[in-house]
């Protein structure tokens, strides 16, 4: 990541409230709806059960087609691979209108890391 991108990041973590592992796992556990901003590619290989893929790529493009107008109030996790463009992301969701969005730190890495269950190419069901 380099120095500009960097610091987009850590500016988008002042106006976002970014999860821990432990938070995203009880989030999940309530029926939250999660959001996978990683590449097609990245997300064709693993992903967290449940997460639909919307890539940050195209996302301020897209969002409203995948979240109806109805779900701004309900909450959203959002990962990524380790962190940095679901919090570009999420700052991007609530800049839209949606109220309660949250980023997780430490994105896909850490959850594999972590030995949490993922699903194998999610688009081939």
């Known amino acids: 990541m380099n120095y500009l991108s960097n610091n987009l990041v850590k500016e988008a973590h002042q106006h976002v409230e970014v999860v821990n592992f432990t938070e995203a796992c009880d989030m999940l556990k309530e029926g939250i709806n999660i959001i996978d901003v990683r590449e097609p590619a990245e997300y064709r290989k693993a992903a967290i059960p449940g997460a639909i893929n919307i890539p940050r790529s195209v996302f301020e493009f897209v969002i409203n087609d995948h979240v109806n107008e109805k779900d701004r ?9 380790s962190g940095g463009r679901a919090a570009l992301a999420a700052v991007t969701m609530k800049n839209m209108g949606y109220e309660n969005v949250y980023a997780m730190y430490g994105g896909f890495e850490h959850w594999e890391k972590e030995g949490r269950r993922v699903k194998n190419n999610p688009t081939q069901d």
């Not at 109030?73 to 691979?81: A, E």
């Open 73 to 81: 109030q309900k909450p959203h996790l959002i990962y990524c691979r």
